[in-house]
């Protein structure tokens, strides 16, 4: 088990070389200037240019400011935004409200995505399994813009139940509707994969195994059938928290939400390259560690895994 | 146990199936699986139900305690259970029965364990789901009177039956000691008797009572064994009654092995734990559906010694599932042969061998391999005396001309290593093998799983690199072959491998998986394929038109048809088969072994034949290679193997084979 | 505990009569007739996998309605004028608004542009991206996944390592990044292939699994055995064995980049605003929620549709091809 844990950490190491690499290389390298991308469509003077170029290291080769990038992101010093405020604290300001709202999601996601999945599964043929599914479809081909908009229309204009948009400091209520917009999509894909696991595991050799000890049919279910259902998708659900941060964007901007995924949509649309790439790359960090802790819990759950 | 106590004892079945019907319902409809099927088992007895994949054997033994698969479910007929019916019950009712009055023991030991639970907590659940009490032993009525009549009179009512505690284990051995002293052994004596009981006096498996028989059978006075069987054999725990349960079915180490996964047990072992949890309520009937169908031989033969031994001395009757003939009638007293979803034949298994009347039966006791007892003798041979004048040389000659000319594959100090993950030491799959192949002959190698033998042949293939060692084929080193000797080689050496569902490809055309090697090999054109692959076609017994159709329309016995077909269209030399008839049913198997059998005689072709099974062997091969272990443990003709077996791993596999011990004189 | 050999079963059974529903039975020849040994049954039409797997397809009501859906969609995409009339760029602002009428099934949006017609015109712009971007994904992710599956060893190591790093980008975070950089340019190409530069992996992990099961069947040893070189091997039985996971992620994906196509778009770095999309109207439609529903209503139900019919279809396509794969 701790060799494992300490080969997925290595593992890690390179990915997230990498990832950072790749994202800075995009926005850095590519052609097209990232400054002109900076002013749009304004005229931009040379001489300012010039001094852009040299506080954001542009002037140097691409690895040297891809490393002094890394330097200073290590010590979590990512520079400033135009108006002066230093990086580190716009995101510090965004993220608790992010994680909160991520943490939200996840909780509906998680608790609807697996009761539902669960029912289905276990009833598969039924007409209530057809309506959940029918339901997850809709939910999947919907973009997540729409619900929330559908959403907010339904909840806070017509029955006005819950707030249309969320203030500074956004409580519980203020982030009800926006988290369970947010999670709808991948409790879509929960309900899917649930129901599909449940409803193979029902015919697995080692559930008729159990049937044929004795066993009741409520306890061959929960020890049995959903135990083992539920393995992949606790993954699921564990990496998905990752993406939900990054998702967050289009939800906060319906919401009016002053998360980091807002703080990610000014920046583009005010073009200030070094707050989209730290806040992408702090992002692509989360990620990269829920997955990590998938791969443990994963280990933690299915014996098998252990010992690879 | 006599049979005539049986009979008195057990007058009444307790298991009685009439006209049972089962029936799935398919999209297209219900599909009869089985029809007006009928049979009776009683209390101790094995019946043994024997058929081909698909006849309803399983089928039929699942509707017994109401777990048929999918849409499956009994339309007619009667199923009683001591008397009481039970063909309409219900799940809720099933419940009651599974377990504590039927046990089941599955066939796929890899697949009929939950990988995400301990071993031990799957026992358990098997003991709390019944509410078995875990300090004593439940025995049948049947075993009770035994039990009784073995302890002669000594039998002192149900504290009798608590098992040993494991905390309570050290004193009691240590009292036994100073109690066997003290009856006047000496100190060698004592320990001899020690060590018997170390083996014996498993916690959660022994009782107070036979506790107490053991210490008066080593001259201990009763009284005072009555006092140490009292005072230290007070009941065990449920970990000590798991443990024990495991011991029972024959897995050492039981205590630490509870506490292990699945994934981390051998398949024997993992049948073993299936047992124990089949065996852990103490049903009165065991239905064991081909429990020992995936393991190898020699580990078969030990599980079904000890699942015999278990439920005799339970009492517990066995309703035994197998596609093996031989098997059945060494295990059980009754067989039920069962064809398409009917009992065609049932009686007593001597007579049932013996002089079967069902013209089904007749052709599964002609084609049982392990009750064969000679090589087949090809078509053509029967046909012409003088011929089989010719096959007396070949046995004859056999033993003196191992010289090379008629050599033509030769391997030599063949080694094999791989690296094992994680470690600094390689494994040794292959070590130090020889032997030769004649022209015209079989020769095949026999060895259980991890023998190595699959090795070998893909190394005579030249699929694998050997770590060193040679291949001869005609004399030459197949290492040192350029591509185009390579090329060569590929044409004149073809194999036959195990899987028929894996070996052809499920998107090609027979046509086009018969052609393919023409086409590789750049032979001839588009016409004189066709007519090329119409002639393996009729070679192989199958009608022309099957080459329009695909792989999946096929059953497992014609796709290896097909797959002997395509390796015959370069007119090869030498065939390995890899495990080609393992797959499939015994009458299957039969006629893929007489196909073999005939095209060797016609084409003098050579076959390396890689097999676990030693009855097939007897059947087709004319030398044997043994291997365990990675290496060759005997090699020599196959009447001498099996007439005069050299080493002991030989004896044990021939010992294995099952039935093979049945001297049936057949008509 | 020992074990004894039961040599003598056999024997003791055959000596005593035999017990009541025990007797000796044999069952008229003419119930069970005989069949011949593995015989082929010649009446039954020939069939391939394929041909199996269409026949399961067609009785399938996912399938049925899902197809009907595919095609109009590809109608209204190639043949937008079949189906309205106008130009979807032709706005009038004394139509700002008006609710529907005779002509204008779905009413007006706040430039005066018909939503009808422009929810006809859009359906190209978001399947041309779809399309486009699967083929493009397919092609690399297969390529690299096949490659990485086939060869094993440091190719697979390697290929594997820039797989796990593309796939730690999320596929909006990493788009928005590359797009912002693009917000000026005209073409639709920009988002195919960002969404393909991100997309790729899912197709490459499939592909690779898919790859090495397929490589490990013995038909691939068979016909190595029979002389076939290893790369002529891949391409005439491994890569079409493991097309079936292939095909269906990759229909099911189709309708996801449809998806983040208009989200791109409803960010305003998607498809140029100057071009008519799904996306783009429902961005331009999403401050007059209150006002005006049905201007958003209108492309947002013409999009879940066509994201819809794609979904279903990848679920009716692997149950035929492969039931016993995994819904997600």
């Known amino acids: ?308 | 146990m006599t049979d005539n106590e049986n009979n008195s004892k057990a007058s009444r079945p307790l298991l009685q199936v009439t006209g049972l019907q089962v029936e799935f319902t398919t999209s297209a409809g219900p599909v009869r699986a089985v029809r007006d099927s009928s049979f009776t088992v009683y209390p101790g007895q094995w019946v043994a139900i024997v058929g081909e994949s698909g006849s309803g054997k399983s089928t039929s033994a699942m509707s017994v305690i109401g777990l048929l698969p999918g849409t499956g479910h009994v339309t007619g007929g009667s199923i009683k259970l001591d008397g009481t019916e039970i063909s309409h019950y219900t799940q809720k009712q099933f419940e009651q029965i599974r377990g504590k009055r039927i046990g089941l023991v599955p066939q796929d030991p890899m697949s009929n364990l939950n990988p995400v639970w301990r071993i031990g907590t799957q026992v358990k659940e098997a003991i709390v789901a019944n509410g078995m009490d875990v300090k004593r032993e439940k025995r049948s009525e049947l075993a009770q009177k035994l039990a009784d009549s073995e302890a002669e009179g000594h039998y002192h009512g149900s504290d009798d039956e608590l098992f040993i505690g494991s905390s309570q284990l050290p004193d009691l051995m240590e009292e036994s000691r100073k109690a066997l002293l003290a009856a006047g052994k000496t100190e060698k004596q004592a320990d001899e008797a020690m060590a018997r009981f170390r083996d014996d006096w498993v916690p959660g498996s022994e009782t107070r009572w036979r506790v107490r028989e053991a210490l008066i059978a080593e001259a201990v006075e009763a009284d005072e064994a009555k006092r140490i069987a009292t005072t230290y054999v007070t009941g065990a725990t449920m970990d000590d009654r798991v443990a024990g349960l495991l011991t029972e079915a024959g897995l050492p180490d039981a205590a630490v092995r509870a506490r292990q996964y699945p994934h981390e047990f051998s398949g024997g072992m993992r049948q073993r734990a299936l047992i124990a949890i089949g065996l852990a309520a103490r049903p009165e009937l065991l239905i064991a559906d081909e429990p020992t169908s995936a393991l190898d031989v020699t580990v078969q033969k030990r599980i079904l010694d000890h699942l015999h031994y278990l439920t005799e001395s339970l009492g517990t009757a066995v309703l035994f599932i197998t596609h093996d003939l031989g098997l059945a009638a060494e295990r059980a007293q009754h067989i039920v042969v069962m064809y398409k979803g009917q009992v065609v034949e049932s009686g007593p298994s001597l007579e049932v061998l013996q002089h079967p009347q069902h013209p089904y039966t007749k052709r599964l006791v002609a084609a049982a391999p392990s009750l064969a007892s000679q090589r087949i003798i090809s078509a053509k041979r029967r046909g012409d005396a003088e011929t089989a004048d010719e096959s007396m040389d070949h046995k004859a000659a056999s033993a003196d001309t191992l010289e090379h000319a008629k050599t033509i594959i030769e391997v030599r100090d063949l080694v094999k290593e791989f690296k094992m993950p994680r470690r600094k030491e390689m494994f040794r799959a292959v070590d130090d093998v020889s032997f030769s192949v004649r022209r015209g002959t079989t020769c095949a190698i026999v060895g259980e799983s991890g023998s190595g033998k699959s090795t070998v042949a893909n190394m005579i293939l030249h699929l694998l690199e050997p770590t060193s060692g040679t291949v001869l084929y005609r004399g030459q080193d197949t290492q040192g072959f350029d591509k185009k000797q390579l090329l060569d080689f590929r044409r004149h050496v073809q194999p036959v491998f195990q899987n028929p569902y894996g070996s052809l490809d499920p998107m090609y055309s027979i046509y086009r998986s018969i052609e393919e090697p023409l086409k590789i090999h750049g032979i001839g054109d588009k016409k004189s394929r066709l007519a090329r692959v119409k002639e393996l076609l009729d070679m192989v017994e199958l009608p022309q038109s099957t080459m329009t159709r695909y792989p999946n329309e096929l059953s497992g016995g014609q796709r290896q048809r097909i797959a002997i077909a395509r390796a015959m269209a370069l007119n090869p030399d030498v065939i390995v088969c890899d495990e080609a008839v393992s797959a499939l049913d015994v009458l299957v198997q039969d006629q893929v072994l007489r196909l073999l059998n005939d095209l060797q005689a016609e084409k003098g072709l050579s076959y390396l034949f890689i097999t676990h099974d030693l009855a097939v062997v007897r059947q087709i091969a004319d030398d044997v290679v043994v291997m365990q272990h990675g290496k060759l443990v005997e090699h020599a003709t196959t009447d001498e193997v099996f007439n005069n077996p050299k080493t002991q791993y030989t004896r044990d596999l021939l010992d294995a084979i099952p039935g093979g011990r049945l001297r049936l004189g057949l008509d | 505990m020992t074990s004894q050999t039961p040599d003598t079963t056999a024997s003791q059974a055959c000596a005593s009569a035999p017990l009541a529903g025990q007797e000796r039975y044999v069952a008229p020849l003419d119930e069970t007739p005989l069949q011949q040994v593995d015989s082929i049954d010649e009446s039954q039409p020939a069939s391939s996998m394929w041909a199996e797997a269409w026949r399961t397809l067609r009785r399938n009501p996912l399938f049925i309605v899902s197809a009907v859906l595919i095609v109009l969609v590809l109608l209204v995409a190639f043949f937008p004028s079949l189906f309205a009339k106008g130009d979807p760029n032709y706005c009038d602002l004394e139509h700002s608004l008006d609710p529907a009428g005779p002509g204008h099934p779905f009413g007006y949006d706040l430039m005066g542009c018909d939503v009808y017609t422009r929810t006809v015109y859009g359906t190209r712009a978001s399947l041309s991206v779809g399309v486009l971007t699967t083929i493009l994904v397919v092609i690399v992710g297969g390529l690299i996944g096949a490659l990485a599956g086939y060869f094993g060893g440091w190719v697979d190591a390697v290929l594997s390592r820039i797989t796990d790093i593309f796939y730690a980008i999320p596929l909006l975070l990493g788009a928005i990044v590359v797009l912002q950089m693009f917000r000026t340019s005209e073409s639709i190409w920009k988002v195919v292939f960002v969404l393909a530069l991100f997309g790729w992996v899912s197709v490459a992990r499939i592909t690779r699994g898919s790859v090495m099961e397929a490589k490990n069947l013995e038909f691939n040893t068979a016909s190595e055995a029979l002389g076939l070189s290893r790369i002529k091997n891949l391409f005439r039985h491994v890569i079409p064995n493991s097309l079936a996971p292939v095909i269906v992620v990759a229909t099911t994906s189709l309708g996801t980049y449809i998806v983040s196509e208009a989200t791109l778009s409803f960010l305003g770095i998607g498809l140029p605003s100057t071009m008519v999309s799904w996306g783009g109207d429902i961005s331009a439609a999403q401050s007059l929620l209150r006002v005006a529903p049905s201007v958003l209503f209108w492309p947002s139900l013409a999009l879940a549709i066509t994201v819809l019919s794609f979904i279903m279809m990848g679920d009716a396509v692997r149950d035929a091809l492969d039931p016993k794969s995994r819904t997600l």
């Open chain 1, 1 to 308: 088990m701790g060799r494992y844990l300490l080969r997925r950490v290595l593992q890690m190491i390179p990915v997230i070389i990498g990832t950072t690499l790749l994202i800075y290389a995009l926005v850095f390298a590519l052609p097209g200037d990232p400054v002109k991308a900076m002013f749009g469509e304004k005229p931009v003077n040379d001489a300012v240019a010039a001094q852009i170029r040299a506080e954001y290291n542009l002037d140097k080769p691409f690895i040297v400011q891809y490393l002094l990038f890394l330097k200073n992101a290590l010590t979590l010093d990512f520079g400033n935004t135009f108006s002066g405020r230093p990086v580190i604290d716009v995101i510090g300001d965004a993220f608790p409200i992010t994680i909160r709202l991520a943490l939200m999601a996840f909780v509906f996601e998680g608790v609807f995505g697996v009761i539902f999945g669960i029912i289905a599964g276990l009833k598969k043929g039924k007409w209530y399994d057809s309506v959940i599914l029918i339901v997850s479809l809709l939910l999947i081909s919907v973009p997540t813009f729409v619900t929330g908009f559908v959403g907010q229309y339904l909840f806070g204009v017509k029955w006005q139940i819950l707030p249309v948009t969320a203030g500074r400091n956004p409580g519980f209520i203020d982030l009800l509707l926006p988290a369970c917009v947010l999670g709808s999509v991948s409790m879509a894909y929960i309900i899917r994969l649930t129901r599909t696991e449940v409803a193979s595991n029902k015919t697995a050799d080692y559930v008729r195994t159990a049937r044929a000890k004795g066993m009741s049919n409520r306890k061959v279910t929960m020890r049995h059938i959903l135990r083992n259902s539920l393995i992949p998708v606790v993954t699921y659900l564990g990496a998905d928290l990752g993406s939900l941060m990054g998702g967050a964007m289009i939800t906060e901007r319906i919401f009016n939400i002053q998360g980091i995924g807002n703080t990610l949509w000014q920046g583009i649309l005010r073009g200030e390259a070094t707050l989209v790439v730290s806040i992408v790359t702090l992002l692509v960090f989360v990620f990269v560690v829920c997955n990590l802790v998938v791969d443990l819990l994963y280990a933690v759950l299915d014996p098998r895994i252990r010992y690879e």
